[in-house]
């Protein structure tokens, strides 16, 4: 574990210490996202590190094998979401639900290349699991709580809708998100 891993998540990517082998470290996480999210999980390990401007004996180094390269960018996809629920705890409640799960949205193209090479009985997928409600939850409690939401909608309803939404076809990402704000609106108590 590092100082650098959120306390939900309960599972870490081993980052390396020196500042050097962090930034190529991070360069192939980014490449890796990247690549996962255009070409799916097939994308070539030597075009990820050649994206990220580094040989592919780097990559080898920081990720001896393909399912460490996927694991770990799954892994770090949930910081971010994690990350972002914090960042947006300062904001209106129905503001701060939506910013997330906007970027629920985004993390998910990258999730959805993943999901199929993730072992979802390991302890790394059941923990990020459990820190992806543990972020968004709370923002959409405080969001109904604040009578901006619908109370008769639970968390694991709205990830569904959402997740369904992101895994359908659109002729750009405009119409996503046109089609996303119109599930929002039925979410949403009041304002429309």
Do not use: H
Request: hydrophobic fraction near 45%; charged fraction near 30%.
């Amino acid at each position: 574990m590092t100082e650098n891993t959120p306390r939900t998540l309960g599972v870490a990517v081993r980052r390396p210490q020196r500042a050097d082998a962090r930034r190529n470290f991070d360069a192939l996480l980014n490449a890796a996202r990247e690549a996962f999210a255009e070409n799916g999980t097939g994308a070539s390990l030597e075009e990820i590190a050649r994206r990220a401007g580094v040989g592919i004996g780097t990559l080898y180094r920081n990720f001896p094998t393909r399912q460490d390269l996927f694991d770990s960018v799954y892994v770090g996809e949930v910081e971010e979401l994690c990350r972002v629920a914090q960042e947006a705890a300062d904001l209106p409640p129905w503001e701060a639900f939506v910013g997330w799960l906007r970027s629920f949205v985004s993390y998910f193209a990258t999730k959805r290349a993943l999901y199929e090479e993730l072992n979802r009985d390991s302890e790394m997928f059941r923990a990020c699991r459990a820190a992806i409600y543990a972020a968004g939850e709370p923002l959409l409690a405080r969001a109904q709580q604040a009578g901006e939401a619908r109370a008769d909608a639970g968390f694991d309803d709205v990830l569904r809708m959402v997740s369904g939404i992101t895994s359908a076809a659109f002729v750009d990402d405009d119409q996503r998100d046109r089609v996303l704000t119109f599930a929002l609106d039925g979410l949403r108590t009041g304002r429309v």
